[in-house]
């Protein structure tokens, strides 16, 4: 018996929810199941150059994962950047929407089709489309990824359970730290059960998978490294703003492994205080140099 395709748009009230990596997971589950995932990321903003066609990164990461027939510019069919927007607001841009249902709609052939959300639901609104236009035009159904934050989470979840109305499947909890899983699981989700609001997981903090590398801190900040450039690819769990009096900053630095510590390029002293601690990196702001016996 043939199985229906159904879609699933993956979004998010916040950024860096987990959603890429719910993606892959999913897929994986769905293959041991028997059934064939698709994917594609309508916006993307991880611009990557392949076969001289700017496409997202994410994107073509799955098309290799996956084995994805469809070429990168149906599975990525349009990428935000600065020059895009420059361009939509003279008017030298239109059909986004157009352009982007058209490419959802075009992927047959597998059971599950993936859509990766953006940042969050209302992201696109600039380029006439967003979560809620994509589900709305595809009909598709939206389960959304959390990184748990309380009673901020909760209002997003509800807010996003009005906005989005009957395409609305549920929500999965991510990042849970340990000691409040327990009060996820037995207040939390009941809570929202008895609103009308599906929790279908809750994924317990990883320090592993929340960290980021030093080389990506350099990237998203547009710096430049330094010195050890031999241990860019450092992981960094932790951050550490170093703005105190050194000695309240070497008993707080003491106490946070595996971090960054940001501070003015004229504190010696913080910098110095960090480095005699687990760090991996200091950023430094005001553009200036440190000193020599930092970097030497």
Not at 15 to 26: A, D, Q, T, V
Not at 116 to 126: D, H, K, L, Q
Not at 155 to 184: K, P
Not at 258 to 267: D, L, M, S
Request: aromatic share 8%; net charge positive.
């Amino acid at each position: 018996m043939e199985v229906e395709m159904k879609r699933l748009y993956i979004g998010s009230m916040e950024r860096f929810s987990g959603k890429s990596l719910f993606c892959l997971g999913i897929s994986f589950v769905l293959k041991e199941i028997g059934l064939k995932a698709g994917y594609i990321k309508p916006i993307g903003r991880e611009p990557v150059q392949y076969r001289g066609k700017t496409v997202d990164a994410d994107a073509l990461f799955f098309k290799d994962l996956l084995s994805l027939e469809e070429p990168p510019e149906v599975l990525s069919p349009f990428v935000a950047s600065l020059d895009a927007l420059n361009r939509t607001l003279s008017g030298r841009i239109r059909g986004v929407d157009k352009r982007i249902i058209k490419a959802i709609k075009s992927i047959t052939g597998v059971d599950i089709l993936l859509i990766a959300g953006t940042t969050n639901i209302f992201e696109g609104s600039v380029y006439g489309i967003n979560g809620l236009n994509i589900t709305e035009a595809t009909g598709a159904k939206a389960l959304l990824v959390e990184s748990w934050r309380q009673e901020e989470t909760i209002d997003g979840i509800f807010a996003a359970r009005q906005i989005m109305g009957e395409s609305f499947l549920g929500v999965v909890f991510n990042r849970v730290r340990v000691e409040e899983m327990d009060f996820v699981k037995r207040r939390v989700s009941p809570y929202l059960k008895r609103h009308g609001i599906e929790v279908l997981g809750t994924i317990p903090y990883d320090r592993v998978l929340g960290a980021v590398t030093v080389k990506k801190l350099v990237e998203i900040l547009g710096g430049r490294v330094l010195c050890a450039e031999d241990h860019v690819n450092e992981l960094v769990e932790n951050f550490s703003i170093g703005a105190m009096d050194v000695t309240n900053a070497l008993r707080y630095f003491r106490k946070t492994p595996n971090k960054a510590v940001i501070t003015g390029a004229h504190r010696s002293d913080i910098q110095i205080a960090a480095l005699e601690t687990s760090t991996k990196c200091v950023i430094l702001t005001g553009g200036l140099l440190p000193n020599d016996i930092i970097i030497g």
